[in-house]
């Protein structure tokens, strides 16, 4: 039985666009894994589902509250690096950092045309997606 003694060995053109395909994938896992994370944590924060303010919870971070909105920036500035299409998602109060990493937040900012923030999460790519 000639077939079951093959060595079948890959060409490698073909195993390099497996792993060209493979890569490509993880990466737009790994974008939207991010962006759907900093969204949930962004409405946590300002439009919580259970009902908390805004200022609750910055409370309940206490004197590192401050590093939320360090993080959050961070963050979304590499999705803007990645995607120039990516909207930046803004606090709906005023705030202040204080000098302590405390945040007060402020009145609701009024808008001409409020960005809705409690629009659903992009559908997830899964890990197991990739080839």
Same mark, same amino acid.
């Given at each position: 039985?000639?077939?079951?003694?093959?060595?079948? =060995?890959?060409?490698?053109?073909?195993?390099?666009?497996?792993?060209?395909?493979?890569?490509?994938?993880?990466?737009?896992?790994?974008?939207?894994? =991010?962006? /759907?994370?900093?969204?949930?944590?962004?409405?946590?924060?300002?439009?919580?589902?259970?009902?908390?303010?805004?200022?609750?919870?910055?409370?309940?971070?206490?004197?590192?509250?401050?590093?939320?909105?360090?993080?959050?920036?961070?963050?979304?500035?590499?999705?803007?690096?990645? /995607?120039?299409?990516?909207?930046?998602?803004?606090?709906?109060?005023?705030?202040?950092?204080?000098?302590?990493?405390?945040?007060?937040?402020?009145?609701? =900012?009024?808008?001409?045309?409020?960005?809705? =923030?409690?629009?659903?999460?992009?559908?997830?790519?899964?890990?197991?997606?990739?080839?």
């Amino acid at each position: 039985m000639g077939i079951l003694n093959k060595n079948f =060995i890959e060409d490698k053109d073909f195993i390099l666009k497996r792993n060209l395909a493979r890569i490509d994938k993880i990466n737009r896992v790994l974008y939207s894994k =991010i962006k /759907n994370m900093i969204k949930t944590s962004f409405n946590l924060v300002w439009d919580n589902p259970e009902g908390l303010t805004p200022q609750e919870i910055l409370d309940g971070f206490g004197t590192d509250a401050g590093e939320l909105f360090i993080f959050s920036a961070q963050m979304q500035t590499l999705l803007l690096t990645v /995607n120039p299409d990516y909207e930046f998602l803004t606090p709906p109060y005023n705030y202040v950092i204080n000098p302590d990493g405390t945040v007060t937040v402020g009145e609701k =900012i009024e808008e001409d045309n409020p960005s809705d =923030i409690t629009e659903e999460l992009e559908p997830e790519i899964v890990e197991e997606d990739i080839i």
